[in-house]
């Protein structure tokens, strides 16, 4: 009965450390296979793959114990979930492209509208510093009357132009 026993015992030993063996041979492999993916191997044995759009986890128990058939089942699903994740994070990228153009042009459009509203106001103060009136929008001098919207866009030539003209009438 001891001999038998410690058969039993060393049997089940060797079963142990042949299923150590499979469970270590099994893993090795099979994590490489998802590292040339771009997994990356945790400290527990867990392999991991992240984006700012989400991450895979895979646990090592999950490489070690299941069959082959099993494992070539959950490599597609992970590589196809690691495709969604790429293509949701190069999705957010071109959004926030997107954001980032329309908020440079809202900038620009906004700086060139202050920059003629600011050159208009330039222009109606010439005209009241030259004696004129500020009626709304007209500016008055004695029968001279100017709409202040008839050279809020116009070029300097053509207010210089307006100007000198003004003055003529004004003498």
């Known amino acids: 009965k001891a001999d038998f026993d ?8 060797e079963a142990k450390k ?7 041979l099994n893993y090795e492999k099979r994590s490489f296979k998802f590292e040339k993916e771009g997994f990356e191997v945790a400290e527990n044995g867990n392999l991991l793959f992240s984006t700012e759009s ?3 986890l895979i646990q090592k128990q999950d490489l070690e114990e299941i069959s082959n058939e099993a494992f070539e089942a959950l490599f597609d699903a992970k590589k196809r979930e690691k495709e969604t994740l790429l293509n949701r ?10 954001d980032a153009q329309r908020k440079a042009e809202e900038e620009a459009e906004k700086k060139k509208s202050d920059e003629i509203f600011e050159r208009w106001n ?19 001098f004695e029968t001279i ?5 008839d050279f809020k866009e116009i ?6 132009d307006l100007l000198i003209s003004t003055n003529k009438k004004k003498a």
């Open 89 to 98: 994070s190069k999705d957010l990228q071109k959004q926030r492209e997107a």
């Open 145 to 149: 009357e100017l709409n202040i919207n």
């Open 54 to 56: 989400g991450q895979i």
């Open 6 to 13: 410690e058969t039993q015992r060393k049997q089940a030993e």
């Open 18 to 24: 042949q299923a150590d063996e499979r469970k270590a």
């Open 155 to 160: 070029s300097e030539i053509e207010f210089s």
């Open 122 to 140: 330039t222009r109606i103060k010439t005209f009241k510093n030259n004696g004129f009136e500020h009626l709304g929008n007209i500016l008055k």
